[in-house]
């Protein structure tokens, strides 16, 4: 089983190795844990960078991917009463909500990369990340929610809070 310091056990030589077998498909593997620790501290680095990004630059000015627009139009047109000022766990989760969630997401399989990837998601958009307030999505979910919360002035709270301190 791995150690607390599994990622330490891989080595600078196993560096190379580990970010090849990120880019695996899952079903390549079954339940390795230092492929799991690999996962976990890849969406923990993306969610801060994320978070850093969004403090730090008028979220109304970011562009997370080349299809912006078309991501931001089929989710307000799929999701248009989702509150995602304050997203609940079975607003993703629920089985209806799956249901709803997977045409969306499949239709930009093979034009956003890495769409189903595992990434965190904030639950309350004017809170950083804490495990109280995050949720495992996949990255097309996370891209839809982040790109609609700084079109819509979401994530400006968290600019404007950020950028007051400094």
Known sequence: MASDDGLAALGVEGASAAAHALSLPAEA?????????????????????????????????????????????????????????QLKEEDLKSDQAKERWRPFCNQFEGLVEDFNYGTLLRLDCEKDYTEENTIFATRVQFFAVEIARNREGFNDTVYKSKGSKS
Request: no cysteine; glycine share 2%.
């Open 29 to 85: 593997y079954g339940n390795d844990p230092r492929l799991e620790v690999m996962w976990a501290m890849k969406a923990y680095n993306h969610a801060e960078v994320y978070f850093n990004l969004i403090s730090s630059v008028d979220p109304k000015f970011l562009k997370l991917t080349k299809l912006d627009d078309q991501i931001y139009s089929s989710f307000r047109e799929t999701f248009k009463e989702l509150d995602i000022k």
